[in-house]
């Protein structure tokens, strides 16, 4: 059986599950193919260099980390990893730079800085995006992709 990268990311350090580049990669929603593995973890962040990869782990907060996570099957293995919205919110969360004040900036954030697949905010939950914005973290910046969904 060929080795799983999500399912390796989900043993090596947990509970975690697969997010942030990683997860919108995975999901075609942005064409960049990440050269670490990146998951969102409980426990504080860690790095792993193995001989099949890097694996990179972002500690987030407890009442939002069970946002938004959904359980795949591999070669007869499961793992955890985010929706395509709990993706977004957990890669603004942890940017930094990231403070969305308007619909313009929503979009130049996510065409520009991510080179994301906008066409897909169609398909969107707008709960998950919401629940995840009600923890408290970037809220403003996560509803700024809401409006831009629903306008």
Known sequence: MPLSHPIIANSLYGPSY???FSALSYYGL????????YSAALKQDKYFET???RFNYISVPLSYYPIGIKRVTENGCSCLIATPEKALCDTILHSKA????????A????????????DALKTFDVNILQECADCGYKRNSILQIVKLIQS
């Open 30 to 37: 942005i064409d960049d193919v990440p050269q670490s593995y």
């Open 107 to 118: 979009i130049t954030y996510l065409e520009e800085d991510l080179r994301f697949d906008t």
């Open 51 to 53: 001989q099949i990869g």
């Open 18 to 20: 697969i997010s942030f």
């Open 98 to 105: 990231v403070n969305l004040r308007s619909k313009k900036d």
